[in-house]
Nanobody
């Protein structure tokens, strides 16, 4: 059974930083593409970043230069380092397994990120 558990969210002031983590189980993590998505209140879930099994990365335009996705295959964990946070980054952040560039399978419970002064 695939399980994804996100953590690391919280309340941060504009300009601050957070690092999100997602621990995966039930998949061959080292061979999986992984992604981060987010959903703000009243909006659809949107792509944030992805990392392939061979560590190629891609980002939404809105987070380029501020967010960094990485992975540690020894810990079955994918990270999202978020710097220079803005109020518009406020959302629930989810990680997912990707097939190609598309989300596949179940989502985790998400972790809330709130950027506010």
């Amino acid at each position: 059974q695939v399980q994804l558990v996100e953590s690391g969210g919280g309340l941060v002031q504009p300009g601050g930083s957070l690092r999100l983590s997602c621990v995966a189980s039930g998949i061959i993590f080292s061979g999986s593409n992984m992604g981060w998505y987010r959903q703000a209140p009243g909006k659809e879930r949107e792509f944030v970043a992805r990392i392939t099994y061979d560590r190629s990365t891609d980002y939404a335009e809105s987070v380029k230069g501020r967010f960094t996705i990485s992975r540690d295959n020894t810990k079955n964990t994918v990270y999202l380092q978020m710097n220079s946070l803005k109020p518009e980054d406020t959302a629930v952040y989810y990680c997912c397994r990707l097939v190609g560039i598309f989300p596949f399978g179940s989502w985790g419970q998400g972790t809330q990120v709130t950027v506010s002064s």
